[in-house]
């Protein structure tokens, strides 16, 4: 009776031992769940953002090399044009200021289609827009910021020239020729120093866009 009472009394011990760690193995396999499950996407986030980071780069990289491309031929056009319009002497001759500015145009390179070119700055502002800037070094970010506002201040000149010299009817004149001249010259020697400028700007953050793309 003894032994019967004893063999009764040990069993819901046992179970009840065995039930606990039953249920901190289970509690266990939740934990290591939820922490795999987190790391999981936190693995997931940075790997997507790498990717995009690298999409950027790639992207921006591209679109100076393209810019590089297009700008190089204009520079030294403009400095010819610039030392043609300078030759002239606008206090003698019928031509109008816009004669002249056509006459002393060099060939046009490239197409042959304007005489300035248009730089593209897409890839810039998308990753502005989407906030990638954030994950690009940020010597990188800002020697590409630096980029595009020298890009920006060439673009503006060419706009000034097109909403200014261009535009105003004294251009049109044959008496107002030696103003329209001047005026087209120190307009075109601004786009020109501006471009000078960009290109080397351009030639210079380059190697270090290519250098951070090539990371990815």
Do not use: C
Not at 87 to 94: F, I, L
Not at 195 to 206: N, W
Not at 208 to 213: H, K, S
Request: hydrophobic letters at 45%; aromatic letters at 8%.
């Amino acid at each position: 009776m003894q032994d019967d009472t004893a063999r009764h009394s040990e069993a819901p011990a046992t179970a009840t031992g065995r039930s606990a760690r039953h249920w901190l193995f289970e509690g266990a396999l939740i934990v290591v769940s939820v922490l795999l499950g987190f790391g999981l996407s936190e693995f997931r986030e940075v790997q997507a953002e790498r990717d995009m980071t690298g999409r950027v780069l790639n992207g921006i990289r591209a679109e100076i090399e393209y810019n590089v491309s297009v700008l190089e031929p204009f520079v030294p056009m403009h400095s010819r044009w610039m030392d043609a319009l300078a030759k002239v002497d606008a206090s003698e001759g019928s031509q109008t200021g816009l004669e002249v500015w056509f006459e002393t145009r060099p060939p046009l390179p490239l197409d042959g289609t304007a005489p300035f070119p248009s730089l593209r700055r897409s890839a810039w502002d998308a990753a502005v827009a989407g906030g990638a800037l954030r994950l690009i070094d940020y010597e990188v970010a800002a020697a590409l910021a630096d980029v595009y506002g020298m890009q920006d201040q060439a673009t503006a000149n060419v706009q000034r020239l097109a909403t200014g010299a261009l535009s105003t009817p004294a251009i049109y004149e044959a008496t107002s020729r030696s103003a329209s001249v001047r005026l087209l010259a120190l307009t075109l020697a601004d786009i020109h120093s501006a471009e000078a400028l960009l290109l080397a700007r351009y030639r210079q953050h380059l190697p270090a866009v290519i250098e951070a793309a090539s990371a990815y």
